[in-house]
């Protein structure tokens, strides 16, 4: 309920001043920044530890430790701006965002424990009680196993056990247990949590090969570009691995790698848990990174960031002005009915960030500036041109392919105001979307109307017609393989 009680805060603080909903979404973006400072603050701490300096000159010249951990946390930001992964995470209103940005606090307690085990230990138990609190117990193994692993790995670690752990352990449990007994004191509070615990899932992952695989296959596209520079940091550094900028991360991603195993069920959902740990170790790589291989990492995004930017701004021309005409044609067979407008507000977003992108090029391409996060900059600031100008020109016409607000517009002309509806199998994104434009109110099995979905793969039992009378039937104008239909006791 954690991520909720936040969304519910800001809409009782701000609720009447905005709509509630964009209220609510502030919620994310304080994730986000939260999740932003616990990076930067722990690679940071990394970063000026004497284990991790470069090698002294003998005539001095060398950075600082402290200046030298900044520009390690510049650029371990920078490549977590440029995570594919993280992209439409960040831009959700969902839970999911929340586990991340307790992650990234969980890892920065374990970083500021060891030179200040006392506060570590207060940021590492809220922010594993957070966890706890933003998806289920079973979420409990990724915090438990960093900790112990870091434990076992680091001499450093091991030093400020006696005052890290008990403060550690007081508080995760203290505030777990608090919501537990209030909310057995509370009407409906035993049946909620009851339904809560029963989510927790407590499985055997490790023993499906088609799970492993799962991430075999995915794990390289979400975490790109961070993790081919952790394996190099790694690399590099394997004979200091029990130093605390390399057995953090190893820790962290032990604790991930728990919940692939035994805990959440493989998606996106688990991936976000195991990005935390790669942002803090790809940072270590890039001082070793060769002259060749940062050339050639910039070249790759200035070229494939450019096309794909201006292959959007060709792909809203057409839709807005039906030039070319053979193009213009296919968008408008994908989504029928749609009618291009011009934003005014869309186009100077989308025009300003290109053109902030081609100053960025300029200035990397001309000066050749050397600082140590000049090949995080182009990915980075790459992908923000590439989501800026996609959701700046061509939202409207996505919204358009992907909404239910039409189709729960003929939905509720069927329904009279206040009846109940029982969806089935409606996820419940789906029926968020029909509550939220026209207002549908759901219920069990009980309400005198039925909701089916049907997709082109789903196979949904024989409707008993001798109960039930088909009095609607459609699917959103872009999707040809949906159906949806709406009965009548």
Request: one cysteine or more.
């Amino acid at each position: 309920p954690l991520f909720y009680w936040f969304g519910a805060a800001l809409i009782r603080l701000l609720g009447a001043i905005v709509a509630p909903d964009e209220v609510a979404r502030l919620t994310s973006l304080l994730a986000m920044a939260v999740a932003a400072a616990a990076v930067w603050y722990g690679t940071y701490l990394l970063g000026r530890r004497p284990e991790a300096q470069p090698q002294q000159f003998a005539f001095g010249g060398h950075p600082a430790p402290k200046d030298y951990g900044r520009v390690l946390a510049d650029s371990g930001l920078l490549l977590a701006i440029a995570t594919l992964g993280l992209l439409v995470r960040a831009h959700e209103s969902s839970a999911e965002i929340g586990q991340f940005a307790a992650t990234c606090v969980v890892l920065f307690g374990l970083i500021r424990a060891l030179d200040r085990p006392v506060r570590g230990a207060l940021f590492f138990g809220l922010a594993s009680a957070a966890l706890v609190l933003t998806r289920n117990f079973a979420a409990l193994l990724m915090p438990a196993v960093s900790m112990v692993a870091l434990l076992l790995l680091s001499p450093s670690a091991r030093a400020v056990a006696k005052r890290f752990v008990p403060i550690a352990v007081m508080t995760t449990v203290l505030p777990l247990a608090a919501w537990w007994f209030a909310m057995s004191k509370v009407p409906g509070g035993e049946q909620f949590r009851s339904t809560w615990l029963s989510q927790t899932s407590w499985n055997t992952w490790i023993a499906q090969p088609s799970v492993w695989l799962y991430y075999l296959r995915n794990l390289p596209w979400f975490v790109w570009p961070a993790w081919p520079l952790a394996a190099l940091a790694a690399w590099t550094w394997r004979r200091q691995w029990r130093s605390p900028h390399i057995a953090v991360a190893i820790a962290g991603a032990l604790g991930a790698v728990s919940l692939f195993a035994f805990g959440q069920p493989p998606g996106d959902t688990a991936m976000l848990m195991i990005v935390p740990p790669i942002l803090m170790l790809c940072a270590f790589g890039l001082p070793a990174l060769s002259r060749s291989v940062a050339n050639l990492i910039d070249w790759f995004a200035l070229l494939a960031f450019s096309l794909f930017a201006l292959g959007v701004w060709f792909c809203w021309f057409a839709i807005t002005f039906g030039l070319p005409p053979r193009v213009a044609a296919n968008f408008a067979r994908i989504a029928p009915g749609y009618e291009g407008t011009f934003s005014v507000v869309g186009f100077g977003i989308a025009l300003a960030v290109t053109l902030a992108w081609a100053m960025i090029v300029r200035w990397r391409v001309a000066t050749r500036p050397a600082v140590l996060w000049r090949s995080a900059l182009l990915p980075s600031s790459g992908l923000v041109l590439v989501w800026t100008v996609l959701i700046a020109l061509t939202l409207p016409y996505v919204d358009y392919l992907k909404t239910y607000r039409y189709v729960s517009a003929e939905v509720a002309k069927r329904v009279p105001p206040g009846a109940c509806v029982y969806a089935e199998p409606f996820g419940l994104p789906q029926r968020a979307s029909f509550a939220y434009f026209n207002g549908l109110r759901f219920g069990d099995a009980s309400c005198r109307y039925l909701l089916r979905h049907r997709g082109s793969t789903e196979t949904l039992p024989d409707i008993d017609t001798q109960r039930w009378r088909l009095i609607w039937e459609g699917r959103r104008a872009a999707d040809r393989r949906e159906r949806i239909e709406l009965y009548r006791r």
